[in-house]
């Protein structure tokens, strides 16, 4: 009976022994063959503190001030790190006799893959000589989010203009509490929901707030603990990219829309998605007063294919309109400018869609010689 036990034992034992082995050989042929688009393990011991982390009250996701983190792809290997506001970017103060611009966005705006000099906006800011203060975030980031920001953070920062990043590949998503309930459950997560005629600030899984200093204890402890798998490991990497995958996936489905792949926020968007855009903007627009705000429109891979079969693309007229309502208000749409060049992939990482060194540099030379530096 021992020995059968024993054996059986030895036998489960050897099993999930090969099977972890399979999946670790697997994860490492795909990521580095094949290009998935999941982290690839960076061998450095983790630091507890995380980079991105649900932890402030009021616009959910942000970054611990003074962490670091060292992302690895295949396609770049890069250092972040958050100055003493949690922005990443230089050490800022918040008062100053310069004319300053901050910057609002997601992580096309936060520079995902780059090096912090080889983002637009620090490109910009040594091109203009005008600092652009950084307040992107790649952590699941939209607009109600980064107007939340603004209101209660950016805005006591001396500036004299805004500029947003809006992404459309995710960003009318990323403001969907339907679709966030199903792709982002497990996150903590403010979204405008319409009650009765009028938006009221909704705050989804409040169980995931970290601000509690002994939950942010507990969340740290498990997250360095996870963290050891993920920089060690390719499976761990293949695995949460895959969750992922199956959780917006899920979300689309849920919301009635078209998978990830196949979205053009350019066009898929619904009434109710632009309704609360504007609304969102509305409170950006005011809080900001009479500075001047442009808005800069960040195309993704796949609004080239929309653009390619010649679909009608609805956002450019719905931003003008919405921008004629204010003389301070400006857009620029990148989609064009970006759709000059005979291969469009160079403006994108192979490994993940984000933009590429060459990207930020042509998106900056675009939007320094905008009509809204005239104002400067």
């Not at 959780?247 to 990830?260: D, E, L, S, V, Y």
């Not at 196949?262 to 619904?270: A, E, I, K, Q």
């Not at 993704?300 to 301070?328: E, M, T, V, W």
Request: overall charge positive; charged content about 25%; proline content about 5%.
């Amino acid at each position: 009976m021992y020995a059968t036990l024993k054996s059986a034992l030895k036998t489960t034992l050897l099993t999930i022994i090969s099977c972890l082995i399979a999946l670790e050989v697997f994860g490492a042929i795909a990521m580095r063959l094949f290009d998935l688009p999941a982290n690839l393990p960076n061998y450095k011991i983790p630091i507890f503190k995380p980079f991105w982390s649900d932890i402030n009250p009021i616009w959910g996701v942000w970054h611990e001030p003074l962490s670091r983190y060292d992302h690895v792809r295949k396609c770049y290997q890069t250092i972040y790190t958050a100055n003493s506001h949690g922005m990443r970017d230089r050490e800022r103060t918040i008062k100053s006799n310069k004319k300053r611009i901050v910057v609002l966005g997601d992580s096309f705006t936060e520079g995902f893959g780059l090096k912090r000099h080889e983002r637009w906006t620090d490109q910009l800011e040594e091109k203009t000589q005008i600092p652009h203060l950084n307040f992107g975030n790649a952590g699941i980031f939209g607009p109600t989010q980064y107007s939340l920001l603004y209101e209660n953070l950016v805005k006591k920062f001396d500036h004299e203009g805004v500029i947003i990043g809006l992404f459309p590949g995710n960003d009318f998503l990323d403001d969907s509490i339907q679709f966030g309930q199903a792709a982002f459950g497990h996150r903590y997560r403010p979204y405008y929901v319409k009650k009765n005629g009028a938006y009221e600030l909704v705050y989804f899984n409040k169980d995931e707030l970290g601000d509690a200093p002994e939950r942010q204890k507990k969340k740290s402890m498990s997250r360095g603990i996870r963290q050891v798998f993920r920089n060690f490991t390719h499976s761990v990497n293949v695995v949460e990219y895959a969750v992922g995958l199956i959780r917006q996936w899920t979300g689309a489905k849920i919301h009635g829309r078209k998978f990830i792949f196949d979205y053009s926020g350019y066009v898929d968007y619904t009434d109710a998605d632009w309704h609360r855009f504007s609304y969102v903007f509305s409170r950006i627009r005011k809080a900001a007063g009479t500075k001047p705000i442009l808005v800069v429109v960040i195309p993704r891979p796949g609004d080239f294919l929309y653009l390619k079969q010649g679909k009608h693309f609805k956002l450019q007229q719905d931003l003008k309109s919405l921008i004629a309502k204010d003389p301070n208000s400006y857009m620029l749409d990148l989609l064009p400018i970006f759709a000059k060049a005979k291969d469009w992939k160079i403006h994108y990482q192979i490994c993940d869609g984000h933009w590429t060194p060459l990207a930020n540099i042509i998106a900056a030379d675009n939007i320094r010689n905008h009509p809204f530096y005239k104002a400067f």
